[in-house]
Nanobody, 123 residues
Framework: QVQLVESGGGLVQAGGSLRVSCAAS????????MGWFRQAPGKEREFVAA????????DYADSVKGRFIISRDNVRNTLYLQMNSLKLEDTAIYYC????????????????WGQGTQVTVSS
């Protein structure tokens, strides 16, 4: 079993930056990849970024490429999402997830999820 806890969400002005974190615990040795998803009010959950836990391979949604950076600290079992040049449409609850099998942009590939952290971008 893997437990995930997000933190770092909050209010930020458009054009600003924010970093959210996800602390993993439990059977972290079984994780292959971790990812970030987000869900805005009235919208479906969408893929943001993912990273192979013990490699450099990453994947980003087109909407965040060049603005967001996903990274991880294997020793501390912590996943990060650095969000820069934030836009109003980035407002959402951000969830981290862990996959035991592969890096994917599909939510169904991730078996473990955190509770989410709210990111609100204002003008």
């Amino acid at each position: 079993q893997v437990q995930l806890v997000e933190s770092g969400g909050g209010l930020v002005q458009a054009g600003g930056s924010l970093r959210v974190s996800c602390a993993a615990s439990g059977r972290t040795d079984t994780m292959y990849a971790m990812g970030w998803f987000r869900q805005a009010p009235g919208k479906e959950r969408e893929f943001v970024a993912a990273i192979v836990w013990r490699d450099v391979m990453t994947d980003y949604a087109d909407s965040v490429k060049g603005r967001f950076i996903i990274s991880r600290d294997n020793v501390r079992n912590t996943l990060y999402l650095q969000m820069n040049s934030l836009k109003l449409e980035d407002t959402a609850i951000y969830y981290c997830a862990a996959s035991l099998s592969r890096l994917s942009f599909t939510s169904g590939a991730y078996g473990y999820w955190g509770q989410g952290t709210q990111v609100t971008v204002s003008s």
